[in-house]
């Protein structure tokens, strides 16, 4: 929780909502961490979740009564603002199609959905996806992955210590390949992928048995025949190195077995994931036009244009000066086959741009919507009604 704070007070909103998550997570009643967790989350109604948790369990809580009022105060100004917007773009709306509908529609295709479909009818895309539960991974994962990389030096060590005390190649064999294979999973740990966390676990676990029945194998078996090399090294610096096997084997231990801890019990929410289905709706409590945009430009570029389209369809009503969007918007159109919206959104905003290249590539847009709109025997609008 103290690690949520600091990075909240450090301006690090996204890191304190997850570590602040998991603490709430596992201590519901804990007033401090949802109190703070109040002014982590992006939406208004998480917010108001947060605060109205902390009155649950302090009804004198002076803060969160402070901010579920001017929270209500915000809302108000907020859906009179949208309500002013929505009207106004809604009022000149001369359509009937998808778009004027309260209804669930693909996040992909903009296709009309039934309660029932986890399959979008028109475009066949799954509805249902799994997502990590938390978005960003948190400081356990990469103290994790710095012990598997602290596991692969001390088996470097030992194949060097096999090679240069031991004199055998063979038996430095297994330590070199588990170095290998722990710096991979490191690496996959990092970025966070789920086979290298199931794969370091069951490693993890695995040594540790092993080391269990090496006691079982006879002593011939794990002796090494030494080839003399000089007085001095056989003499002094052997004898002396002579006893590294037993800390190197103590430290290996050490570090697998506090992996193990951290991998099982600290790491594992990382990789926890929530199913949530495909649709085009907009998030509660996002005010701001460019932030609106942001949400749109990353949604088209993961193929999902429905989605694109209405917040662009809202950042364009919040910014109505702002060509940019609704040129997003009108080619958004275009790509899910609106094409009477597409040419009209792009003509009311072609006597604005005075950017000759920008002019050009709109114009450019808008003659080939158009010729699509004229081509089409059957406009995409129907359809979807």
């Not at 596992?26 to 961490?33: S, V, W």
């Not at 056989?234 to 002396?240: H, Q, R, T």
């Not at 991998?263 to 994931?273: I, M, N, T, W």
């Not at 609106?338 to 741009?353: G, K, V």
Request: charged share 20%; with cysteine; hydrophobic share 45%.
């Amino acid at each position: 929780m103290q690690a949520g704070i600091t990075a909240l007070k450090s301006g690090r909103r996204a890191e304190a909502r997850d570590l602040l998550l998991r603490v709430v997570d596992t201590e519901e009643n804990n007033e401090t961490a949802w109190l703070w967790l109040s002014g982590a989350v992006e939406s208004m109604e998480e917010r108001r979740i947060c605060l109205e948790n902390v009155l649950a369990l302090n009804p004198e809580n002076r803060a969160a009564r402070r901010g579920l009022a001017k929270l209500a105060e915000q809302e108000r100004e907020l859906a009179e603002a949208e309500d002013t917007a929505v009207s106004t773009f809604a009022s000149t709306s001369k359509y009937n199609d998808i778009w004027e509908q309260d209804c669930d529609i693909c996040a992909y295709c903009a296709q009309k959905l039934s309660p029932e479909d986890t399959r979008c009818p028109t475009c066949g895309r799954k509805l249902l996806v799994s997502a990590y539960r938390y978005d960003q991974p948190s400081s356990n994962l990469h103290v994790l992955s710095v012990l598997l990389i602290g596991i692969a030096q001390l088996y470097l060590l030992q194949a060097l210590y096999d090679v240069i005390v031991r004199r055998s190649v063979v038996f430095a064999i297994l330590p070199g390949l588990l170095m290998g294979l722990f710096l991979i999973l490191a690496g996959g740990v990092y970025f966070r992928q789920f086979w290298a966390y199931i794969t370091a676990v069951a490693a993890l676990a695995l040594v540790p048995i092993v080391n269990v029945l090496g006691y079982f194998v006879p002593a011939e078996f794990t002796s090494a025949v030494l080839i003399p090399i000089g007085p001095i090294f056989d003499g002094v610096i052997s004898p002396l190195l002579s006893g590294l096997a037993d800390f190197l084997k103590v430290f290996q231990l050490a570090a697998v077995t506090l992996a193990l801890f951290v991998a099982v019990l600290k790491a594992g929410p990382d990789f926890e994931r929530v199913q949530h289905r495909q649709t085009a709706s907009l998030p509660r409590g996002v005010q701001d036009a460019s932030r609106y945009h942001a949400i749109a430009a990353k949604a088209a570029k993961r193929g999902e244009w429905a989605t694109a389209v209405r917040h662009w369809q809202r950042a364009a009503a919040n910014a109505p000066g702002q060509i940019s969007f609704q040129r997003h918007l009108g080619s958004a159109y275009a790509r899910l086959g609106f094409y009477e919206r597409s040419a009209d959104t792009l003509n009311a905003i072609l006597p604005h741009i005075t950017d000759p290249d920008q002019r050009e590539q709109v114009e450019k847009l808008l003659t080939a919507v158009t010729t699509q709109l004229h081509t089409s025997t059957q406009p995409k609008e129907t359809n979807h009604a």
